[in-house]
């Protein structure tokens, strides 16, 4: 069966550190992968989509890796501040049939940024 | 621009009730998405729509019904709520499908009791 697995629950660092998200999926051939930050009490908000193609996707201090043969996005927050505590959510992005994609999320992993 | 609002923010509902959950966007996207989100859950899609009068199922569409009149909004309606049904409910839309991001709105959260 299809899952997508984010490495922890919860993740605590320190601040100016940087901190690695791990997303890992199986039984999906994704055409893209997003990754987005949710506070709570809130919606989610759109952080970087990265293509099957792509290596590496950049903005500002964050950065995302997509590695197709092992399966896994990489989510890397450099300089971390407490203002980067939020969860953070892994989707996928697969062809669904009749030209659509259907996205489907992880569960999330919650980062602390301690001062 | 709102971008995508919901209402109301919060409900409770005895078994049994039905209510509507109000979605609408004004950034005229033609994909809206209706989803559920359960504590420790991931974000799981129940109903989604590729354009006015066009409507169909995602993974956890039990219980529920949607309608498309107009490509600004996409309610939601809960027959017969069940305590199975509380939950946040998040409604998002989309410029397109595939390589575009989703704009999510505030959600709606749900006890039923």
Same mark, same amino acid.
């Given at each position: &069966? ?8 919860? #993740? ?5 550190? *940087?901190? *690695?998200?791990?997303?890992?999926? *199986? ?5 893209? #992968? ?6 709570? +009490? ?19 201090? #964050? ?9 896994? &996005? ?12 939020? *969860? ?8 669904? +049939?009749? +030209? ?5 999320? +992880?569960?999330?992993?919650?980062? &602390?940024?301690?001062? | 621009?709102?971008?995508?609002? !919901? ?8 078994? $049994? !009730? ?6 609408? !966007?004004?950034?005229?996207?033609? %994909?809206?998405?209706?989803? @559920?989100?359960?504590?420790?859950? $991931? ?9 006015? $009068? ?8 039990? =219980? %529920?019904?949607?309608? @498309? ?14 305590? /199975?049904?509380?939950?946040? %409910?998040?409604?998002? /839309?989309?410029? /397109?499908?595939?390589?575009?991001? !989703?704009?999510? =709105? ?8």
């Amino acid at each position: &069966s299809q899952k997508i697995e984010q490495n922890s629950e919860a #993740l605590n660092i320190q601040e100016g550190k *940087t901190a *690695t998200l791990t997303c890992n999926y *199986t039984n999906y051939s994704p055409a893209y #992968l997003q990754w987005y930050r949710q506070d709570p +009490g809130r919606g989610p908000v759109f952080l970087l989509l990265i293509r099957e193609n792509e290596k590496e996707k950049r903005k500002e201090r #964050l950065k995302v890796t997509f590695d197709t043969t092992l399966k896994q &996005s990489l989510f890397h927050i450099t300089a971390s501040q407490p203002a980067d505590s939020a *969860t953070y959510l892994c989707a996928l992005n697969a062809y669904s +049939g009749a +030209g659509s994609y259907q996205l489907t999320f +992880g569960k999330g992993t919650k980062l &602390s940024v301690i001062p | 621009n709102a971008g995508v609002t !919901q209402t109301p923010k919060f409900r409770i509902l005895k078994i $049994g !009730q039905s209510m509507t959950l109000q979605c609408a !966007q004004d950034m005229n996207h033609n %994909y809206m998405y209706w989803y @559920r989100q359960d504590p420790g859950m $991931g974000l799981k899609l129940i109903y989604y729509s590729v354009g006015a $009068g066009i409507t169909d199922k995602g993974e956890v569409p039990n =219980g %529920y019904n949607v309608s @498309r009149s107009t490509t600004e909004d996409f309610p939601l309606r809960l027959e017969l709520a069940a305590p /199975s049904q509380t939950s946040v %409910y998040f409604c998002a /839309s989309s410029y /397109s499908t595939g390589k575009n991001e !989703q704009f999510f =709105g505030p959600g709606t959260r749900l006890t039923v009791l």
